[in-house]
């Protein structure tokens, strides 16, 4: 009694796969493993959760609906194999995807069995967050599973694309600063709105960083501080205390 369950519309937790662009800087490799993942096994496993490809949260104005995963391990497997001809990655090889424990070292057993599907042998390393950022950072580390919070701000993602400064994924595109600049620049919510629609475009092509699935979260308050504290609005980071009563 007096606990008041909210359950948010819009998924905000995503969990995604980053990829060392100095380990793999063929955006083909990028771009087959995208089309290779089974987001909505992966979703079934995790519960409520949602397929994404956009690193765009879906209840902002920025969203582009167009930006929708597409599983296809076939022309993941054409992609995957073209770029293995022009000598851009061993197959014979395998590759460590890492992982630190608990629900990402589920998905990882997905994603290990879909990359496999497409023609690449792949181990799974579970490891502590610190020491597989720290392999991001030397090179070690290729491709792991990081679990964050979206933001309404479109542009959240810029210190981790950044050309600028050093980055987990070691970015050496001055692309996603351009379109930072641009988004600042931007005179009008409709230029704005254009210039993210144009960088998720381009985050298809890219695949800078892989975004699989995410969250829905469940919040509880006790009603003492209102019959309605504006709870669905917490994704945005927006909650209207100066309404709470005690």
């Known amino acids: 009694d007096g606990i008041k369950v909210v359950h948010l519309d819009v998924p ?3 969990f995604m796969i980053m990829v060392n662009q100095s380990v793999y800087p063929d955006k083909r490799i990028r771009q087959a493993m995208d089309k290779a993942i089974d987001r909505d096994a992966i979703c079934a496993m995790l519960q409520n959760a949602a397929s994404i490809e956009s690193p765009i949260l879906s209840s902002t104005k920025y969203y582009d609906s167009s930006v929708t995963p597409t ?6 497997k054409a992609i995957l194999q073209e770029a293995a001809a022009d000598g851009a990655i061993d197959l014979s090889k395998p590759i460590t995807l890492c992982t630190p424990p608990g629900a990402r070292e589920k998905c990882a057993s997905i994603i290990q069995q879909n990359l496999q599907a497409i023609g690449m042998t792949v181990n799974i390393q579970v490891e502590e967050a610190a020491t597989m ?3 991001f950072y030397d090179g070690t580390t290729g491709i792991g599973l990081v679990n964050m919070t979206m ?7 810029r210190n981790m694309l950044t050309n600028d400064a050093a980055t987990f994924i070691n970015n050496s595109s001055d692309i996603w600063d351009d379109y930072y600049t641009r988004f600042m620049q931007a005179t009008s919510d409709e230029d704005a709105v254009a210039v993210v629609d144009e960088m998720q475009q381009t985050w298809l092509d890219e695949v800078p960083i892989i975004f699989y699935a995410a969250t829905y979260e469940d919040y509880a308050y006790n009603t003492r501080l209102g019959d309605d504290i504006g709870m669905e609005d917490i994704g945005l980071g927006n909650l209207p205390v100066w309404q709470w009563t005690m």
């Open 151 to 157: 933001q309404s701000n479109p542009m959240y993602l």
């Open 12 to 14: 905000t937790q995503p």
């Open 71 to 76: 599983y296809d391990p076939d022309a993941a």
């Open 133 to 135: 950022f720290a392999g």
